[in-house]
T-cell receptor, first 113, second 108 residues
């Protein structure tokens, strides 16, 4: 497809489990961002990739969160030992140039029971 | 003080009315400005960029006031379909800083 694709769209897991969320950006977009959003809040920055490298991971809340983008296209956000507070919608966005117009995926809604 | 602040609303506005809301930012070095629209349980989508000279797109007008460090969005002849949350975004280098959004409800 032409847009940003995220999978799964919904994920329900138990506290303590490991979760992976995948983002397939628009072809040719070198910049990729991960955000998470809770109800009534704006997107909260997690990590930014320029190509294969994480240019800024300062938004990752702790070392349970990790993201990769090994070939400069698809990215995976990994969450270890999930906690109930991790429940949110995780949004991925890509742009042609850094800080340009962002195109978002529909998000992955994570629920930790 | 938050880096980007918006009145959360909700703004309840009758159909056909004009509504405006602002977004203030704290860093005077901010470079680019955008308004995004987000429908309930959907992802944000770009509504319009905000240029120094101001810009208009149909019923929507965006303006930037660098001296007072705010951007504004004006919606004329509001439609029911304009009901959404409007998020402002401010960029500094590659970083995008998001407001929490202003919720707009257009009533028939």
């Amino acid at each position: 497809g032409a847009g940003v694709s995220q999978t799964p769209s919904n994920k329900v897991t138990e506290k303590g489990k490991y979760v992976e969320l995948r983002c397939d950006p628009i072809s040719g977009h070198t910049a990729l961002y991960w955000y998470r959003q809770s109800l009534g809040q704006g997107p909260e920055f997690l990590i930014y990739f320029q190509g294969t490298g994480a240019a800024d991971d300062s938004g990752l809340p702790n070392d349970r969160f990790f993201a990769v983008r090994p070939e400069g296209s698809v990215s995976t956000l990994k969450i270890q030992r999930t906690e109930r507070g991790d429940s949110a919608v995780y949004l991925c966005a890509s742009s042609l140039v850094p800080a340009g117009e962002l195109f978002f995926g529909e998000g992955s809604r994570l629920t930790v029971l | 003080r938050k880096e980007v602040e918006q009145d959360p609303g909700p703004f309840n506005v009758p159909e056909g009315a004009t509504v405006a809301f602002n977004c203030t930012y704290s860093n005077s070095a901010s470079q680019s400005f955008f308004w995004y629209r987000q429908d309930c349980r959907k992802e944000p989508k770009l509504l319009m960029s905000v240029y120094s000279s101001g810009n208009e797109d149909g019923r929507f007008t965006a303006q930037l006031n660098r001296a007072s460090q705010y951007i504004s969005l004006l919606i004329r002849d509001s439609k029911l379909s304009d009901s959404a949350t409007y998020l402002c975004v401010v960029t500094l280098n590659y970083q995008l800083i998001w407001g929490a959004g202003t919720k707009l409800i257009i009533k028939p």
